[in-house]
């Protein structure tokens, strides 16, 4: 580099070394002096910022504050303009907050200002400064009640509480919590969120039971005490949202009453979240297994530097002062400050007077402050700037921070450990790379709960102090399988003395809880089911546990567990043994359309066999009278296979192959639904359809407390025509007698009802019949979102699913198998055989009788055009040639037979001969055919092997000659066939 130099320099002549040195000078006086034009041009912005100085986040935030001004100018030293800040100290006060805003608009006239720490100094400044027009930079005030939408100069710099919503709702329904407890101070800050946190909570089906509010000044013993009355609570899933000061009070107190312990969950926001690492580490051990909310930024190379030279300055600052990394408010302050400086040299707006508004009212400060000139104008650069700060991308939407995404951290030893994070487009993920699964089925990296648990608690725990469930059972006379109270019954007075098929069940689905549910049953007597259902309802019981069917009314009231239970409503009747239906029953084992569809298939088979075999068969001749009723008789005979007609044509025959199968698996069914219907005739139920009773006004019976009767009413019964009934007992009584004689023709009931009923009156022939209503079984009942109602619901599933449930039904309902196979036999033999079940058939028989009728008709048409032509004339109308079409099809076409011999006559001595095994040879002697113009008669002779021969097909008489006498045969026709 030296002799670079000094090369360079030795080419410049040495005369020219005076200029040189000369020219060097006046280039460095003139950077120089082009540097001082541009500070004495450089036009300073006076902003205020108001914070907290003798706090701890206060000194923070001032130190990040100047940090940012610094970089910001040494980056950008060519803009024309420059802040210059005016620190005012709040000292944690409204009223001084208030006071420091007033002197900075009054006194300084700040073009804006920034802060102040929290939102309740927040609020008063922002109210002062909207008045003024002079913009509210904020980076620490989150309480959604300052909102830009109602006080337009207010630029919130970071995220609105409201933000952390939504992720911490996402977070309980990922755990399936369905109650949680919102525990907040008494302040706007801390009021803030609940509505928010209300919605957000409610859009995932969880309940808030209870909220805890904590006056920022509570003492220790007020803490414990509403800790305590916490303990009473089911619910163990607590959402915190207070200021750090109260925050690490509110944990101690936590710990030392022991609710940091197995079962709980505790979740806190933001203002907690940001400032973990920065508590003692005595607060750190009383937060183990906390759950903390805060907002993501990404750890880049920028933020690192800055965390490094942000300690460093810090200390410089506030000597013998610990200090920590900066946290995300320091970060938003960062950012806040560039913004403000982008915004004031986009706007070029300059220190300019406020306008003082005319009144004569001098009393107070706030009267004399005017309004900014530049305000508006230097918001609007505000709003509009964006650029990638140390907390990400800085954009303002409706004057608030563009949300962005919250990590997840639990509190493990004296570090917040990260777990998981939130976006809004991706939902909680264990990394922010939504590519990276996780193990977890939470979707989340394992998290320690406090009492050192790795598994999640299930949110809620019976009440610590004594109380039991108290559950209520139906006392009720009939069907004492279900649940039966042997006891004496006494109002709000608990019974050991229950069992039963629900109470075995119940008992076994919670003995599959994986923790203990201590209760005590309550019998109530039944007037009806609705009204123990409402006594639950009121809160009056915990529960009830019975033959509660699941209704679609009951359900907007209580909440019931999965069903344990076949649902369903059917009827019950006897079995008839009436035969007075005998006499046509031979008629029922098929419908009338199928009846109707038969007997046109017959009716149209023999029609067109009889169209193909008309012309050629002289079987098929005759009067039309006889025609007729061979077209019926010959298609009938078909049923029996008793069809003697000789067919002619190979398209009848292909037609009549067909058909005998079509016949055949018709009577095949035929036969075997009528031998079953003749079988169990006497097995009918008496009653198998709601409009037969309906229409004949029998009486029909319904258990006494049912819902079924409401089912019976919209039926259409009348009131009158139903009767209550109790027991089993009394179902076979009111059956016996009949709707005639003071009882009922049917019953109707609940299908483990019926299967009871059934179980112990089977051998007197009743019967389950008509069809079924659909119900949803039997359920145990709770209020409206117990969190005991989705534990017990699984554990009821798993006891239906197992072979316990087979046990229990067997001890308690019997064996009904027999009978209910039964009833299903009964009603599926009696049923009558349809048209569907055949239709196929008749779809390929009809085919192919149409398709033949076709062909033949083609052919005919085809043969026949010329004689056809000739047999019309142009002056015959229409009818006049069909009918001479008709009747020359209605002649007898001999033309169109193949004459075979089947037989032929012989003489004694030719039967003689033939045994002899000579050769004969006989000679036809016969006329001529009537195609012969000579009329001359002519002599063939044949030689007969065996006694057969073929003669010539048209003669009228021959002789025969076997060596001797000759015997003459006559014959008609124009072919020899014997």
């Known amino acids: 580099m030296e002799s670079a130099k000094h090369k360079h320099l030795a080419c410049i002549p040495s005369s020219l070394f005076p200029h040189f040195f000369f020219l060097f000078a006046l280039l460095i006086s003139r950077q120089f002096s082009v540097a001082n034009a541009q500070n004495a041009t450089q036009r300073t912005v006076r902003v205020g910022v108001v914070l907290d100085l003798g706090s701890m986040a206060g000194k923070r935030s001032k130190t990040s504050i100047s940090m940012a001004l610094e970089d910001f100018y040494t980056i950008n030293g060519n803009f024309s303009t420059k802040i210059e800040f005016e620190f005012r100290d709040s000292m944690n006060d409204v009223v001084s907050a208030a006071s420091a805003a007033v002197d900075l608009l009054k006194n300084s006239q700040v073009e804006a200002i920034m802060g102040p720490l929290t939102s309740t100094e927040t609020e008063f400044v922002a109210y002062m400064c909207n008045r003024s027009e002079v913009p509210l930079l904020s980076f620490s005030a989150t309480s959604p009640a300052i909102s830009p939408s109602h006080l337009p100069f207010f630029v919130r710099a970071n995220l609105n509480d409201s933000s952390q919503s939504i992720p911490i709702a996402a977070f309980i329904q990922n755990f399936g919590w369905r109650e949680a407890v919102p525990i907040y101070e008494e302040s706007e800050y801390g009021s803030g969120i609940i509505p928010s946190l209300t919605d957000a909570l409610l859009s995932v089906d969880t309940k808030i039971p209870y909220r805890l509010v904590i006056p920022t000044e509570a003492t220790d013993d007020r803490i414990d005490s509403e800790l305590y009355h916490l303990m009473t609570l089911q619910t163990r899933v607590f959402v915190v949202h207070m200021l750090p000061a109260l925050a690490s009070r509110f944990f101690q107190r936590v710990q030392v009453v022991g609710m940091m312990s197995e079962g709980y969950v505790w979740i806190v926001t933001d203002s907690v979240g940001d400032v973990l690492e920065t508590f003692d580490p005595y607060i750190q051990n009383s937060m183990e297994g906390v759950v903390a909310f805060r907002p993501y930024f990404d750890l880049s190379d920028k933020v690192k530097s800055f965390n490094a030279r942000f300690r460093e300055q810090f200390r410089q600052d506030n000597p013998g002062t610990e200090v920590a990394d900066p946290n995300i408010y320091q970060l938003w302050a960062y950012d806040a400050v560039w913004a403000m400086a982008m915004a004031v040299e986009n706007s070029k707006v300059t220190n300019s007077t406020f306008v003082i508004p005319s009144s004569n009212d001098t009393t107070s400060d706030l009267s004399s402050i005017g309004v ?96 039991v469930l108290r559950i209520a059972v139906p006392a009720k006379v009939g069907f004492s399988v279900f649940v039966n109270v042997s006891g004496p019954v006494k109002k709000n007075v608990p019974t050991s003395e229950v069992t039963g098929y629900c109470i075995d069940i119940f008992n076994a689905a919670l003995s599959k809880l994986p923790y203990a549910v201590p209760y005590e049953f309550y019998p109530l007597d039944v007037n009806s089911y609705n009204d123990l259902v409402y006594q639950v309802y009121l809160k009056n019981y915990d529960a009830l546990v019975g033959d509660v069917t699941i209704r679609a009314n009951r359900t907007n009231y209580v909440d019931f567990t999965m ?19 005998s006499m046509w029953i031979f008629l029922q084992p098929l419908t009338r359309e199928l009846w109707l569809t038969s007997m046109a298939f017959f009716v149209f088979t023999g029609f067109v066999v009889w169209v193909i075999e008309h012309r050629i068969n002289k079987e098929f001749r005759g009067t039309p009278w006889q025609q007729f009723g061979l077209i019926y008789y010959f298609a009938f005979s078909t049923l029996v296979f008793a069809h003697k007609e000789k067919l002619e044509s190979n398209l009848s025959r292909f037609l009549v192959i067909i058909w005998v199968f079509v016949v055949l698996i018709l009577t095949s069914s035929y036969t075997a639904s009528l031998t079953s219907m003749l079988t169990v005739q006497q097995l009918q139920p008496s009653v198998t359809d709601v409009n037969q009773l309906l229409k004949q006004g029998d009486y029909v019976g319904y258990q006494d407390g049912s819902f079924v009767k409401d ?55 009743y019967v389950m019949a008509g069809p079924t209503y659909k119900t949803d079984g039997f359920g145990f009942v709770f209020p409206r979102g117990a969190p005991l109602l989705q534990d017990l619901s699984r554990a009821v599933l798993s006891v239906t699913e197992g072979d316990e449930m087979t046990l229990i039904e067997r001890k308690w309902l019997g064996d009904s198998d027999t009978c209910t196979s039964s009833s299903t036999s009964v009603s599926s033999s009696s049923s009558s055989l349809g048209f569907r079940s055949f239709a196929g058939l008749f779809i390929i028989t009809g085919s192919v009788s149409g398709l033949m009728l076709l062909i033949y008709i083609g052919m005919f048409l085809y043969k026949e055009r010329e004689t056809l032509k000739n047999l019309t004339t142009i002056d015959q109308t229409p009818w006049e040639k069909i009918q001479a079409w008709f009747q020359h099809y209605d002649q007898f076409d001999q033309k169109l037979k193949s004459p075979t011999f089947k037989e032929y006559v012989r003489s004694p001595r030719s039967q003689e001969g033939s045994r002899d095994g000579a050769v004969r040879q006989t000679r036809f002697v016969g006329s001529s055919s009537p195609g012969n113009s000579s009329n001359q008669l002519s002599e063939t002779s044949f030689d007969f092997a065996q006694g057969e021969a073929t003669p010539p097909p048209e003669i009228e008489s021959c002789s025969i000659s076997n060596g001797g006498p000759t015997e003459e045969i006559e014959l008609t026709g124009h072919s020899l066939e014997g």
């Open 372 to 467: 900014s000139e530049t305000g508006p104008i230097l918001l609007s650069a505000i709003l509009g700037t964006t650029f990638g700060g140390l907390a990400g991308n800085f954009s303002l939407v409706d004057g608030q921070l563009e949300l962005s995404a919250f990590e997840i951290v639990n509190v493990v030893g004296k570090s917040a450990r990260s777990v998981g994070f939130w976006t809004p487009d991706k939902g909680i993920t264990p990394e922010m790379d939504s590519n990276k699964g996780s193990n977890n089925a939470n979707n989340l990296k394992s998290i320690i709960w406090p009492g050192d648990l790795t598994m999640a608690p299930k949110g809620w725990i019976l009440p610590t102090n004594g109380k």
């Open 563 to 581: 069903p344990y239970t076949e649902s369903g409503v059917s009827m019950i009747v006897p079995l008839s043994s009436d035969s007075s239906q």
């Open 711 to 765: 089912l019976l009413l919209k039926l259409g019964f009348e009131d009158g025509k139903l009767k209550n009934l109790s027991t089993a007992d009394d179902y076979a009584d009111a059956l016996a007698k009949g709707s005639a004689n003071g009882g009922v023709a049917a019953i109707f009931d609940e299908i483990p009802y019926v299967k009871v009923f059934l179980s112990q009156y089977c051998s007197n022939n």
